[in-house]
């Protein structure tokens, strides 16, 4: 039972352009949203999170957008560069739930020249 | 301050045996979790520990298990090994904000 899907395993945008990444849940218990960004033989990285009292945070080219009458949120990145060439992935977790995030099983974004 | 530091790196085992992979938080984190990584699984919560005390546990069976110490470093176990549990074991410390800083993880290779 898979409670954070990301259905696109993969996305390929131009540099300069916007990328845009999405994430769709199914538990409404949900309350609190990040997205994480890995690189190859690292660990992932925090990116950015929003809690479901807002429906929009933004840090620099990072926008989450959240949506919660359709279990659906978005990352958006603009300008998109070489370097945002990773995987990220999606996650989600409950008041409560601590440190338990439920993650989504990830979408390779390559940015190219 | 120094990140969360995981070792080993990387590690081989058979198929039946035990292993044990440790973890160091960062320095004032008292929370402490585990997630599994497999290709096309994305990252499968384990279980967390916050102050020595498992706080949350995840879908996994008995197999594996973990334990955290006073200084806040936490190991985990996984005895009789299978080939499936062949991962990427990550382990993220936090502050208890929501916010999970994770180390480059433990790759397990199961024979």
């Known amino acids: 039972d898979q409670q954070v899907k990301q259905n696109s395993p993969s996305l390929s945008v131009q540099e300069g352009r916007i990328s845009i990444l999405n994430c769709d849940y199914t538990n409404s218990m949900f309350d609190y949203f990040l997205w994480y960004k890995k690189y190859p033989a690292e660990g992932p990285t925090f990116l950015i999170s929003i809690s479901s009292i807002k429906d929009k945070n933004e840090d620099g080219r990072f926008t989450v957008f959240l949506n919660k009458s359709a279990k659906h949120l978005s990352l958006h990145i603009v300008p998109s560069q070489p370097g945002d060439s990773a995987v990220y992935f999606c996650a989600a977790s409950t008041s409560g739930g601590y440190n338990k995030l439920i993650f989504g099983a990830g979408t390779r974004l390559a940015v190219h020249p | 301050k120094a990140g969360v530091t995981q070792t080993p790196r990387y590690l081989i085992k058979t198929r039946g045996q035990q292993v044990t992979l440790s973890c160091s938080p960062i320095?004032?984190?008292?929370?402490v979790s585990w997630y599994q990584q497999t290709p096309g699984q994305g990252l499968q919560f384990l279980f967390e520990y916050f102050s020595e005390t498992q706080r949350n546990k995840g879908n996994f069976p008995g197999r594996f298990s973990g334990r955290q110490f006073s200084n806040s470093r936490s190991e985990m176990n996984v005895s009789t090994l299978e080939l499936g549990d062949s991962a990427l074991y990550l382990c993220?410390?936090?502050?208890?904000?929501?916010?999970?800083?994770f180390g480059e993880g433990s790759r397990l290779t199961v024979l």
């Open positions: 993220a410390s936090s502050e208890n904000t929501g916010e999970l800083f």
């Open positions: 320095s004032g984190h008292r929370s």
